[in-house]
């Protein structure tokens, strides 16, 4: 059973309040592939990263290095209730630069799970639970408040706020999903414009279709087409900024067969077109 107790959004940033007692591959959520912070408010999760696991109960606070989510997963546990932000890059570094921080090296360094103690739990919980209260009122300037108080969760994690905590003995299964699926996730990343799908990957993993379907999405919560999809188009997101390559010519590239379907997914995963984005780019 799921209880979806609070979603919303200002530019930016997407936050979202959930409540489940079971683990379901499914997020509930605004982006796929941005930057995140989780605190659990009760119950459990796992954070799994280079092959170690991580227990995150009450009062845990992870941060996920957009880099890194291909190889990170926070899965398990029979209950829990969490927040999640949701952070887009090109604000996350507009911010940083306005506030002469290194916001993506934030992420990449604190990429993990912290332990914070009583004091610091009670003070990120009232932070956390004032940036629903003003985005559901909708306060005027509740997107400046917001960002206000997601800075200064920030700034008390690099005055040393949280601690380390150690690593958790997951089950073998677990693991052994896990690695398998990182596996496939690095062959996906070296040869995403010659694979079209499921079926290519089954055969050259020898997988049932199914499980592979199955551990996919547990493991990373995309699909299998999602995941290819989104390497495709970040790489699409560098080809459009060099003016000498058609869109044509980076549709077939990354192995899009229609340059209509290109387009479709490209606007899917980044809100606009292809042309759109090269335009975008293009400095005044």
């Given at each position: 059973?799921?209880?979806?107790?609070?979603?919303?959004?200002?530019d930016g940033i997407g936050i979202s309040h959930v409540a489940r007692d079971c683990d379901l591959a499914e997020t509930i959520g605004f982006y796929k592939n941005e930057y995140q912070i989780y605190y659990i408010l009760d119950g459990e999760r796992f954070f799994y990263s280079n092959n170690k696991s991580y227990r995150m109960s009450k009062g845990t606070l992870s941060f996920i290095d957009k880099k890194k989510?291909?190889?990170?997963?926070?899965?398990?546990?029979?209950?829990?209730?969490?927040?999640?932000?949701?952070?887009?890059?090109?604000?996350?570094?507009?911010?940083?630069?306005?506030?002469?921080?290194?916001?993506?090296?934030?992420?990449?360094?604190?990429?993990?799970?912290?332990?914070?103690?009583?004091?610091?739990?009670?003070?990120?919980?009232?932070?956390?639970?004032?940036?629903?209260?003003?985005?559901?009122?909708?306060?005027?300037?509740?997107?400046?408040?917001?960002?206000?108080?997601?800075?200064?969760?920030?700034?008390?994690?690099?005055?040393?706020?949280?601690?380390?905590?150690?690593?958790?003995?997951?089950?073998?299964?677990?693991?052994?999903?896990?690695?398998?699926?990182?596996?496939?996730?690095?062959?996906?990343?070296?040869?995403?414009?010659?694979?079209?799908?499921?079926?290519?990957?089954?055969?050259?993993?020898?997988?049932?279709?199914?499980?592979?379907?199955?551990?996919?999405?547990?493991?990373?919560?995309?699909?299998?087409?999602?995941?290819?999809?989104?390497?495709?188009?970040?790489?699409?997101?560098?080809?459009?900024?060099?003016?000498?390559?058609?869109?044509?010519?980076?549709?077939?590239?990354?192995?899009?067969?229609?340059?209509?379907?290109?387009?479709?997914?490209?606007?899917?995963?980044?809100?606009?077109?292809?042309?759109?984005?090269?335009?975008?780019?293009?400095?005044?």
């Open positions: 059973m799921k209880k979806v107790i609070f979603t919303g959004k200002c989510i291909p190889f990170t997963n926070v899965i398990g546990g029979k209950y829990h209730e969490r927040i999640l932000i949701e952070i887009e890059e090109t604000w996350l570094i507009s911010a940083g630069t306005v506030m002469e921080l290194d916001l993506t090296g934030f992420f990449s360094n604190l990429h993990g799970v912290l332990q914070m103690n009583s004091k610091h739990q009670e003070i990120i919980e009232k932070k956390l639970r004032k940036m629903e209260e003003v985005l559901k009122a909708e306060k005027p300037y509740a997107s400046a408040e917001v960002k206000e108080l997601l800075f200064s969760i920030i700034i008390m994690i690099l005055n040393g706020a949280g601690t380390r905590p150690e690593e958790y003995r997951t089950t073998g299964g677990k693991m052994m999903r896990y690695v398998k699926v990182k596996e496939i996730i690095y062959y996906i990343m070296e040869h995403y414009s010659e694979i079209y799908g499921l079926e290519d990957l089954a055969g050259i993993f020898y997988l049932d279709k199914s499980y592979l379907s199955r551990i996919f999405k547990e493991v990373t919560n995309f699909t299998v087409n999602e995941f290819i999809n989104i390497q495709k188009i970040d790489r699409a997101r560098n080809l459009l900024i060099d003016d000498s390559l058609s869109i044509e010519d980076i549709s077939k590239k990354l192995g899009y067969e229609r340059l209509s379907y290109f387009d479709r997914v490209f606007k899917k995963y980044v809100g606009m077109s292809p042309l759109q984005y090269r335009k975008s780019r293009k400095t005044p």
